[in-house]
């Protein structure tokens, strides 16, 4: 069994930096990890710590219960470590993003761009409906319960798939919009 109050004890100094880390920086503006190494998919580093802390606390239940496997002890301590690097590593770039010019503003595409992807939106929207009408068409002559949920499945990922399109057409024309309005 590897020592795991050396374990705990960095991840306390972990959880102090962390804490400080986000409350400077917010939230980010995507995950911080890849979801093979976290499951929590978190945009700040805390939850992440607490992930950590939440394996560790397991094997040691385990252990105590005398239901530690030495295969398990050692994959968790490798996620654990490679854990501990990762949230080592962004804490370490801190410094490093805070020297980095920011952004003064959004680079603006050209507008023959924004009407291209205009038209490319409203192609998919069109195909998108056509590709839900047929698959709710066919539900009605469905043989078997099977067949018709697995339609029905698929109407809701069009329908999914049609929602998010339309919302990127209607994002895409008030920028034109915005545009024009400007000259």
């Known amino acids: 069994m590897p020592d795991l109050n050396r374990f705990t004890a960095i991840l306390e100094q972990l959880a102090v930096e962390a804490a400080k880390i986000d409350r400077q920086r917010g939230e980010a503006s995507r995950p911080l990890f890849d979801e093979q190494l976290f499951f929590c998919r978190s945009k700040l580093l805390t939850p992440c710590v607490n992930e950590v802390r939440s394996e560790i606390n397991a094997l040691q239940r385990e252990h105590k219960a005398g239901k530690l496997l030495p295969s398990r002890t050692q994959h968790i301590c490798e996620k654990v470590i490679a854990q501990i690097q990762a949230i080592q590593r962004e804490l370490a770039t801190q410094q490093i993003r805070r020297r980095e010019p920011k952004p003064r503003y959004k680079q603006r595409r050209p507008i023959h761009e924004l009407y291209q992807d205009l038209a490319q939106h409203q192609d998919w929207e069109r195909r ?4 839900q009408r047929d698959k709710e068409a066919l539900i009605g002559q469905c043989r078997t319960l099977a067949e018709q949920q697995k339609l029905q499945k ?5 329908e999914g798939r049609l929602s998010r399109c339309r919302t990127a057409l209607a994002k ?9 309005r400007k000259g």
């Open 128 to 131: 998108l409906a056509a590709m």
């Open 154 to 158: 698929e109407v809701l990922a069009l």
């Open 172 to 180: 895409i024309e008030q920028e034109i919009s915005a545009r024009e």
